[in-house]
């Protein structure tokens, strides 16, 4: 729960959970992760029935494009590469992986967006980068970042956050800013080590989306406030 932090229900080994690193939902509310150790993607869905897909040793980030269409998944360690998956109407692969991209740069964390597009960084290079999954296109879209190691893009606002790994920063980006250097915002310094973000995209009383959110810091950092 985003307001409270209270954990409200955990998934372990009953549900195929092995080496857990990123997790993604779909559009039909069905968990899909990471098993590093194992090489293979768990699903879990409403119902609560649960399996595996196949992937690669030591995959890491992941996730599902917001129409359900696309399962992105990369590896880190290793074998530097992106794959996808493509999905049928039942959550579950209708072909075989597709190799995206070979040596991108470490692409530790994958977030999709309302735009349609996945927003990743790169541990390696310091970019952020955004997949057209239609097209295929890869765009940098922000640069100079110290290992960035997670991002999350608030769908209401529009603003990008993420994490520098071993300085300890959260930090906000706002895209439409074409000067890189005042569309950065450190908006707090943490232990080092921070791995994940999330920021909830609030929703008004009306329906709307409200202008800030929360930010869940992974890691050795802790939950910040609106940002």
């Known amino acids: 729960d985003p307001d409270t932090g209270k954990v409200i229900r955990t998934y372990g080994e009953e549900y195929g959970v092995v080496g857990l690193d990123d997790v993604s939902e779909g559009p039909d509310g069905t968990l899909y992760f990471s098993n590093i150790p194992i090489g293979k993607i768990g ?12 992937a690669k040793p030591w995959i890491n980030s992941i996730a599902v494009t917001r129409d359900g269409k696309w399962l992105y998944w990369g590896i880190v360690i290793g074998d530097d590469q992106l794959w996808r998956h493509p999905l049928g109407e ?19 964390s994958m977030d999709p967006s309302n735009d349609g597009h996945i927003y990743s960084p790169l541990n390696l290079y310091g970019d952020i980068r955004k997949i057209n ?3 295929g296109k890869i765009t940098t ?23 520098e790994f071993h ?16 569309a950065k ?11 994940n973000i999330a920021v909830t995209d609030i929703v008004n009383k009306q329906g709307g989306r409200a202008r800030g959110g929360c930010l869940h810091g992974g890691g050795d950092g802790g939950r910040g406030g609106p940002g």
């Open 43 to 54: 699903y879990i869905r409403p119902d609560d029935t649960h399996g595996y897909i196949d």
């Open 141 to 163: 879209v922000y640069t100079d970042l110290e290992f960035p190691s997670a991002c999350d893009i608030d769908d209401s606002t529009g603003l990008l956050y993420s994490t």
């Open 167 to 182: 300085l300890g920063y959260i930090t906000r980006i706002d895209l439409k800013q074409k000067d890189p250097k005042k």
């Open 185 to 195: 915002r450190i908006l707090a310094v943490v232990p080092p080590a921070t791995d």
């Open 90 to 108: 039942d959550g579950l692969p209708s072909g075989p992986a597709e190799l995206v991209e070979a040596n991108p740069g470490w692409s530790n």
């Open 133 to 135: 999954p239609e097209t």
